[in-house]
């Protein structure tokens, strides 16, 4: 029985050594523990006052700043189209290429726009001969139509005497014996009196075209005004003609770079066709701000702009105008608020900002880019 317990006793002490062990290891995890825990509340003390103060440094020092992503660049694009249609015989410009105000782009032919400048020529040379054909009648009128009158009336006077003479006679023959004449002396007195007559009425007929002086004169003084005006058509014929012919030759209206150029040498080109664009150098930024971001901002407060692009490029300008009215005012399809149910939806305004420095002459921004704009509201 003593062989048997040994094992038992031995068992059972290796059993409370081991427990003694893990009392110990325990004992030891534990002092570790209350050890490292001071350290551990002073990181955790020490990270809550960074997080806290970085959040007030960062509040203290955007306090009076208001940025946004949703902006971009923006400028002036000219689109260049021509006035007449023809054929291009020359094209001066390239993609991107610079041009000055005034420099020649791209010429039209001319020789149709020149014919018709000769024929307006033409056109106005008869006109102002007929003019003055029209003139000469009118001084002349002024001497003709009173001698008119005059000889008009002698020759009713004349025709009166006539018919006088034939009267006379006529009473005579009619009024003798039939043994003092012939019938035919009686006939000749009746024929001689209605041709009297009919003189003296044809003289009247001519004193009465000729009576009325004053309305002849001015009807021949209505042919200057009506070839006045003809002429004064073909001035203005000609100076059409003019202008057709000086717009073949097709000039840039300003500086800027040459964009999105859809002709070449030998298109035939139709009347305000869009060829290409002029891109001018002034630049300005399109930035649409919330409509909870315009409380405390106004024109003239300072912006900072960063340039995505370019991130090097610091950029610094005004704010020049706010414009009266939120952007999805002016799209082609406008809201309806008072239709159907309403969903509240953050408006974004547009906002121009000028830049005024920080710009590079060698390195012009593109229209379109993405810019970050910081509006100082202080």
Do not use: C
């Amino acid at each position: 029985m003593a062989d048997v317990d040994a094992p038992q006793d031995s068992e059972q002490d290796l059993d409370d050594d081991d427990k003694r062990k893990q009392e110990q290891q325990e004992k030891e995890r534990d002092a570790s523990r209350n050890r490292a825990r001071p350290w551990v509340r002073a990181g955790l003390v020490i990270f809550i006052a960074a997080v806290v103060i970085g959040g007030f440094l960062y509040w203290w020092l955007t306090r009076y700043s208001v940025g946004t992503d949703d902006a971009f660049t923006a400028g002036r694009t000219i689109t260049i189209a021509p006035h007449v249609a023809g054929y291009v015989t020359e094209l001066d410009v390239n993609d991107n290429q610079f041009v000055h105000q005034g420099q020649v782009l791209m010429r039209i032919d001319r020789r149709n726009y020149q014919a018709s400048v000769d024929e307006a020529k033409a056109s106005m040379i008869q006109a102002e001969g007929q003019l003055q054909g029209a003139k000469f009648g009118a001084e002349v009128a002024q001497k003709n139509f009173p001698g008119q009158l005059k000889v008009a009336q002698g020759q009713l006077l004349i025709a009166q005497a006539a018919e006088f003479n034939a009267q006379t006679e006529y009473k005579r023959q009619h009024s003798i014996a039939r043994a003092a004449t012939t019938q035919q002396a009686i006939d000749q007195s009746t024929a001689t009196l209605k041709q009297a007559q009919g003189q003296v009425a044809q003289a009247q007929g001519q004193v009465e075209q000729a009576t009325p002086i004053k309305a002849n004169i001015s009807t021949s003084k209505t042919r200057i005004d009506q070839q006045s005006g003809a002429l004064a058509q073909a001035q203005a014929q000609l100076e059409t003609a003019k202008l057709n012919l000086s717009w073949t030759v097709i000039r840039a209206p300003h500086d800027g770079w040459i964009a999105q150029r859809n002709v070449e040498r030998g298109n035939y080109v139709q009347a305000a066709q869009a060829l290409f664009s002029i891109v001018e150098p002034d630049v300005w930024i399109t930035a649409n701000f919330k409509e909870t971001q315009l409380a405390r901002m106004h024109p003239g407060q300072p912006v900072t702009i960063a340039v995505d692009a370019y991130p090097s490029l610091h950029l610094s300008g005004h704010v020049d105008s706010i414009q009266k009215g939120a952007g999805s005012l002016f799209s082609a399809f406008p809201p309806e608020n008072a239709t159907g149910n309403y969903v509240k939806i953050v408006q974004r305004v547009p906002v121009k900002i000028i830049i005024d420095s920080g710009l590079d002459p060698n390195q012009p921004l593109p229209l379109g880019l993405s810019v970050e704009p910081t509006v100082t509201v202080k």
